[in-house]
C-alpha cells in the first residue's frame, strides 16, 4: 500500500487524516537557500498538507504563514533555539524575510497528511492577506 | 484477547487505533540492528555482512517497530543524535532530513506513524525511544515512509 492512497479531491479537510498519526517529515535549511519568491522572502513547500509542525532555529527568527507578512514582518511567529511545541497547523507553505534571517539554520519537524498540498495551496495564503 | 486483534488488511489509516491510548514500547538505540543498504537506492542488501559492506554499500542502524506506531517521544543524552526516517536520509551526508537531537533533549511525545527508524553506523547506544504502538500489523506500513521520502525498495 503507497501512501497516496487519498483519492484527489477529498478536500483538505478529511477529518480522519487529521486524527491519525501523521507522516514524519524533517527538513533542516538555512533561510537563504530557499525559494525566492521576491521582494527578499524565501518559501519552503511541504509535499503534503501538514499535520503539526514544530521548529527548531539555531538563533531567534520568524516564521511566516504568507508572503505579505513576510515582506512587513509583521504576524509571525517567533521561534528560537528551544524546539518549539508541535502546533495543530494545517498548511503548506511557510514564509520568510531574507534580509532579517537569511543567514538562519530553522529545523522544520513536520507530521505530513497524505492529502495533496494542491488541496489547499494558497488557502492560508489568501485568508491571512485578506485580513490584512 | 491478545495484541493483534486488528485483522489483517484494514489499512494503516485505520482512525480508532490512533484515537485510542497507546501500547507501550521502550528502546535503545544500543537494541538498533545493523543492517546494510545500497548507496544509490537505500535498498536492503539481504545476507550482507554489516562489517564488511561492499564498495557500493553502507552500513547503518534500523529500529523495526513490531506495530505501527501512534507516537514517539525521544530523549537524547550525552550525544548529539539524528534520527531518519529512510534508509537513504540516513546515507547522505548532511543530516538535513533528519530529527536533530542535541544533547540532553527531549520531544513531546510527537504524533508520527511509521514502523521504522533509522541512524548512522556510528550513532550514540544511549538515546532512548519511547514509542506509542497501534495494533495494526507494521507489515501495513513497511517501507511505505520511506518510499515517499525518497527509497527504492
Not at chain 1, 11 to 31: C, L
Not at chain 1, 98 to 121: A, C, M, P, Y
Not at chain 2, 26 to 38: D, F, G, L, P, Y
Request: proline fraction near 5%.
Amino acid at each position: 500500500m503507497g501512501l497516496a492512497s487519498i483519492p484527489r479531491g477529498v478536500g483538505h479537510n478529511f477529518t480522519p487524516e487529521y486524527q491519525i498519526s501523521a507522516i514524519p517529515y524533517m527538513r533542516t535549511s538555512t533561510i537563504n537557500t530557499l525559494t525566492d519568491e521576491g521582494d527578499n522572502v524565501r518559501s519552503f513547500e511541504f509535499p503534503k498538507i501538514t499535520q503539526w509542525l514544530s521548529f527548531k532555529a539555531d538563533g531567534a527568527m520568524t516564521v511566516y504563514f504568507c508572503k505579505e507578512d513576510a515582506v512587513a514582518e509583521a504576524n509571525g511567529l517567533p521561534v528560537g533555539t528551544t524546539a518549539s511545541y508541535p502546533f495543530n497547523i494545517r498548511c503548506t507553505k511557510l514564509y520568510f524575510n531574507n534580509d532579517t534571517d537569511g543567514v538562519r539554520s530553522l529545523e522544520k519537524r513536520s507530521g505530513l497528511t497524505v492529502i495533496q498540498k494542491e488541496e489547499f495551496s494558497n488557502v492560508v495564503e489568501t485568508f491571512l492577506e485578506a485580513n490584512n | 484477547m491478545g495484541l493483534a486483534s486488528i485483522p489483517r488488511g484494514v489499512g494503516h489509516s485505520f482512525t480508532p487505533e490512533y484515537q485510542i491510548s497507546a501500547v507501550p514500547y521502550s528502546r535503545t538505540t544500543a537494541q538498533s540492528e545493523r543492517i546494510v543498504v545500497k548507496n544509490a537506492n537505500g535498498s536492503i542488501v539481504a545476507g550482507a555482512n554489516p562489517a564488511a559492506p561492499g564498495g557500493d554499500e553502507t552500513t547503518i542502524r534500523r529500529i523495526l517497530f513490531p506495530k505501527i506506531t501512534q507516537w514517539i517521544h525521544f530523549k537524547a543524552n550525552a550525544d548529539d543524535v539524528n534520527v531518519y526516517f529512510s534508509k537513504k536520509d540516513a546515507l547522505a551526508a548532511t543530516a538535513s532530513n533528519s530529527l536533530k537531537l542535541a544533547a540532553n533533549e527531549e520531544t513531546l511525545p510527537l504524533r508520527i506513524r511509521c514502523a521504522a527508524i533509522y541512524f548512522i553506523d556510528g550513532v550514540a547506544n544511549n538515546l532512548q525511544i519511547d514509542a506509542g504502538l497501534t495494533a495494526i500489523q507494521s507489515e501495513e506500513f513497511t517501507e511505505v515512509v520511506e518510499t515517499f521520502l525518497g527509497d527504492s525498495i
